[in-house]
């Protein structure tokens, strides 16, 4: 019995450690946060970045690169190709719903490979990667699989903290999250959101979480044509700002976030490396 007793209290305390070495959460212990207001600006992917401050570009499809000031690079739902440039990505997510979204053929130079699903059928992954300017951590969500079914915890939204701003993507999405995820999500400031009305999600279930989220910045992907596009912001018209932009390129900050919700409509454009 005193052996058993020592033993809970090992593992006690080495769980307690871990939890303590583990980097919180603050979009989770602030999810009820209000920042402060300003607006955001253009800029190329290959400019230097003001403090405190993140670039996110889009690439194609469900691809974005996020950038940090001190020179970290993510790409989501990397399927190999993000155009023509010698960028090697610090970290890369995917998640393999459709071949768009994920690739077997990683460059073994790209430090951080995270996929949205676990070894096992349905058995899901925890990410939690802290890499100090940024932590990348996901909440597993299900999918429909190739054959008619679903596959449990398939999916992956990412969500990448930086810089005091929580962005969040959704990815191959298939269903409104519950409660509970709604909950691991925590606060996005920025949310990338699949709207092309069926291969994801119904137009009427993304309505929802965008304003379930209430996110400060929301940026449509995943549309395969205008009247996709159109039929979301007319949607969700009432009660965003739409602001339509010809770049692919945004910077955003803590003090850049709009006065008021805002879908931005970013022009996907592959990575080119300036002459």
Not at 2 to 13: E, N
Not at 87 to 99: G, K, Q, R, S, Y
Not at 150 to 168: H, M, T, Y
Request: charged fraction near 20%.
């Amino acid at each position: 019995m005193i052996r058993l007793a020592a033993a809970l209290l090992c593992l006690t305390a080495t769980a307690t450690l871990a939890q303590e070495q583990r980097r919180p959460s603050h979009c989770i212990a602030i999810a009820d946060a209000a920042p402060g207001l300003e607006y955001l600006h253009k800029a190329s992917w290959t400019d230097p970045l003001p403090e405190y401050s993140l670039r996110i570009h889009y690439i194609a499809h469900a691809s974005f690169l996020i950038q940090t000031r001190g020179g970290l690079e993510a790409v989501t739902d990397f399927n190999g190709f993000i155009g023509n440039t010698r960028l090697i990505p610090d970290i890369v997510t995917m998640n393999h719903a459709h071949e768009t979204h994920w690739t077997t053929a990683i460059d073994p130079a790209i430090p951080h490979v995270l996929r949205g699903w676990g070894q096992e059928f349905g058995a899901g992954i925890d990410h939690h990667l802290d890499l100090g300017e940024m932590l990348v951590r996901n909440v597993s969500t299900d999918i429909r699989s190739a054959f008619g079914g679903d596959e449990p915890r398939g999916n992956s939204i990412f969500i990448f903290e930086a810089e005091g701003l929580c962005v969040a993507h959704l990815g191959h999405l298939h269903h409104e999250p519950t409660d509970m995820q709604y909950a691991a999500l925590g606060r996005a400031d920025v949310l990338m959101v699949p709207v092309d009305g069926g291969y994801t999600l119904p137009l009427s279930t993304v309505e929802r979480i965008v304003d379930r989220l209430k996110s400060s910045i929301v940026i449509p992907m995943h549309w395969f044509s205008g009247y996709a596009l159109e039929a979301f912001l007319a949607g969700v018209g009432d009660t965003f700002v739409i602001d339509r932009r010809d770049t692919a390129t945004l910077e955003v900050s803590l003090r850049s976030l709009p006065s008021r919700p805002t879908v931005i409509v970013l022009q996907p454009r592959f990575l080119s490396d300036p002459d």
